[in-house]
């Protein structure tokens, strides 16, 4: 066998070995003398217990009694948060980025591009060896993004927990591509984009006729996007310069739609109007260098600038976010590093991400009635130095092991009486 193959078979096999050893129930338990981070309107509490019963937080407070048959956990004054959000990625949609048939998160059609009924989230599977990847690392839910192929309109996406189900929480999203990155798609100018975006909003709403030989939509196209129009749902739009931001938002506000910004680099000089608009922005706290013409203005300061103005801000990665997820709370340490206030950090992995994607009454808080998606943490959570010691999904005990954990225990065993590398020695 190919090495690759044995790789590859190797993995899926761990995969679906954590899926399998998922429990099937959820646990009623109380987790005593945390630092609750709530992420909502109680704030922090020191010294606080959670009461978990059905997979439901049913009580926040100091002193609960544990019912009869409740398991006890205690936490020993350690960080408990809500599980986190891991960014915008392709998880459950990319195995192995470089083998075209484990990929599916974008669509490349020659003869009509413009396909936002494109639904990413019907490839999703999870039985992905991605997903006790993040999980481990404390992350809970994701949005699943459609990726730009052939059309600046990438197609539509959606809230997935990382739980082992298989459907996605909540409204879809739908995603766009502006500026530079998106004009080979667009004509060679970044000007025929708005062109092209104002002719499918007259599709979409009937202002051109379904059998105009221009027309860019197909019937369930239009539908799709007259759901978006209406404000079912967000959509999404990866943007990084100033001038392109001022576009986007004069173009929401005239068409009535509900929009977030991806990346955003040179935001922050737009940072009132933002506000003003209400549109969330899921920001690389990284991107502090010029590295391409949409981002002159980028700086580590982002996101402290935004929140300053009072714009939700959230957090996403540019590069292999799928494979790196774990990596989003390098992203919030970072903002707050450099001047983003530590609350608004957490929030920006928690409740920020799940009240804009329209799941903020299921997940993304520690309050009564959410679902008990909670992370038990061995410091603070925003420190890379620290890990998820238990992670928590609707009231389960995940199992807190991926293929990178029993690929590092396998290779940290002695060779034994066989003289061969520790990965034969079994």
């Known amino acids: 066998m190919h090495p690759l193959a044995r790789l590859v078979r190797a993995g899926l096999a761990a995969g679906l070995l954590a899926a399998a050893s998922l429990p099937s129930f959820a646990q009623d338990l109380l987790i005593r003398n945390a630092t609750v981070h709530t992420a909502g309107a109680q704030g922090t509490l020191q010294n606080a217990d959670v009461l978990v019963q059905g997979g439901t937080i049913r009580a926040v407070g100091e002193g609960l009694t544990a019912p009869a048959g409740v398991t006890t956990v205690e936490a020993g004054g350690k960080p408990l948060t809500p599980a986190l959000f891991g960014g915008i990625t392709d998880i459950g949609l990319e195995e ?18 413009v396909r936002p009924e494109f639904d990413v989230t019907l490839a999703y599977n999870p039985a992905s060896v991605l997903i006790p990847v993040a999980r481990v690392e404390g992350l809970g839910f994701t949005l699943l993004a459609a990726g730009s192929g052939k059309s600046f309109v990438a197609g539509q996406g959606g809230v997935m927990r990382l739980d082992g189900s298989a459907d996605p929480i909540g409204p879809r999203a739908l995603f766009i591509r502006l500026g530079a990155g998106a004009a080979d798609l667009s004509g060679k100018s970044r000007a025929a984009q708005w062109m092209l975006l104002d002719q499918m909003v007259s599709e979409a709403r009937g202002r051109v006729p379904t059998d105009s030989p221009h027309a860019l939509l197909t019937p369930a196209g239009r539908a ?12 999404v739009v990866k943007v990084d310069r100033a001038a392109d931001i001022r576009q986007l938002l004069r ?55 935004l929140e300053q103005a009072g714009v939700d801000v959230s957090f996403t990665q540019a590069g292999d976010a799928s494979h790196n997820a774990r990596k989003v709370r390098q992203l919030a340490g970072n903002a707050v590093a450099h001047g983003l206030p530590w609350e608004a950090g957490l929030a920006g992995l928690t409740r920020i991400p799940a009240q804009a994607l329209g799941v903020g009454d299921r997940i993304g808080t520690i309050a009564v009635g959410r679902s008990a998606d909670l992370v038990l943490w061995t410091g603070d959570p925003l420190d890379v130095i620290n890990t998820a010691q238990q992670v928590w999904l609707g009231g389960r005990a995940m199992p807190m092991r991926s293929r990178q954990t ?21």
């Not at 470089?98 to 599916?104: K, S, W």
């Not at 799709?224 to 959509?235: D, P």
Request: aromatic share 6%.
């Open 224 to 235: 799709v996007l007259a759901r978006f129009l209406n404000g079912q749902g967000r959509i």
């Open 251 to 305: 173009w929401a506000a005239r068409e009535r739609v509900r929009i977030a910004i991806a990346g955003g680099a040179e935001a922050w000089q737009l940072a009132p109007q933002i506000a003003q608009a209400q549109v969330p922005v899921f920001v690389d706290a990284l991107a502090d260098l010029p590295g391409n013409f949409d981002q002159i203005g980028a700086t580590l300061r982002n996101a402290a600038m």
């Open 96 to 113: 192995v980025s470089g083998e075209a048939p484990t990929v599916d998160g974008e669509l490349s059609l020659e003869d009509q591009p």
């Open 406 to 426: 029993d690929l590092r225990d396998r290779y940290l065993r002695g060779t034994g009486d066989s003289g061969l590398p520790p990965a034969y020695s079994r």
